[in-house]
T-cell receptor, first 110, second 114 residues
């Protein structure tokens, strides 16, 4: 089984940095994904971590600690268009799909 | 712009109607999925197809019936639905199933059952 936890909502200021945390418990771990979903739109792939450490992609970075069952998504130089839901998803060993958290709704304010 | 397209984007149906959702992927992927997204709940997997064979049916009621005629197309046939089935239905695809395969989503079909 799996249990994936994220904060429900966060608010941050334009230009600032925000960190969205995700903790998970799975019977076997084979990678963690972050997706961004704007209201009324498809979730879009942001990042994938399978080994411990930080993966950087422009303004977005994702970190993984497998021993702690913990990941975070770091968004720098926030822009208004970053207001969206951010979904953490885990690939469990032997599973055919991803297991998703409920998502964190981020609101960026001026 | 997404490589996975879904139609219709919005659907309102009565509880006795029969309707279908359609999905097409233009990515050359071998696996396709149906997910259900309800407010304040995680994305719920409904069905997984790999090379046109159903590999997972996640305890979905029989009023939802999937069909995968080829690796590019996926349907979800709907019959005698309940109001609680109102949700966003997302189609997705990936190169294959299994770890390391990124799942790409369509825009979704908003379903309202009245």
């Amino acid at each position: 089984g799996q249990n994936i936890d994220q904060p429900t909502e966060m608010t941050a200021t334009e230009g600032a940095i925000v960190q969205i945390n995700c903790t998970y418990q799975t019977s076997g771990f084979n990678g963690l994904f972050w997706y961004q979903q704007h209201a009324g739109e498809a979730p879009t792939f942001l990042s994938y971590n399978v080994l411990d450490g930080l993966e950087e992609k422009g303004r977005f970075s994702s970190f993984l600690s497998r021993s702690k069952g913990y990941s975070y998504l770091l968004l720098k130089e926030l822009q208004m268009k970053d207001s969206a839901s951010y979904l953490c998803a885990v690939h469990e060993t032997g599973a055919n799909n991803l297991f998703f958290g409920t998502g964190t709704r981020l609101t960026v304010i001026p | 712009e997404t490589g996975v397209t879904q139609t219709p984007r919005h659907l309102v149906m009565g509880m006795t109607n029969k309707k279908s959702l359609k999905c097409e992927q233009h990515l050359g992927h071998n696996a396709m999925y149906w997910y259900k997204q309800s407010a304040k709940k995680p994305l719920e997997l409904m069905f997984v197809y790999s090379l046109e064979e159903r590999v997972e049916n996640n305890s979905v009621p029989s009023r939802f019936s999937p069909e995968c005629p080829n690796s590019s197309h996926l349907f979800l046939h709907l019959h005698t639905l309940q109001p609680e089935d109102s949700a966003l239905y997302l189609c997705a695809s990936s190169q294959n199933t299994g770890y390391g395969n990124t799942i790409y989503f369509g825009e979704g079909s908003w379903l309202t059952v009245v």
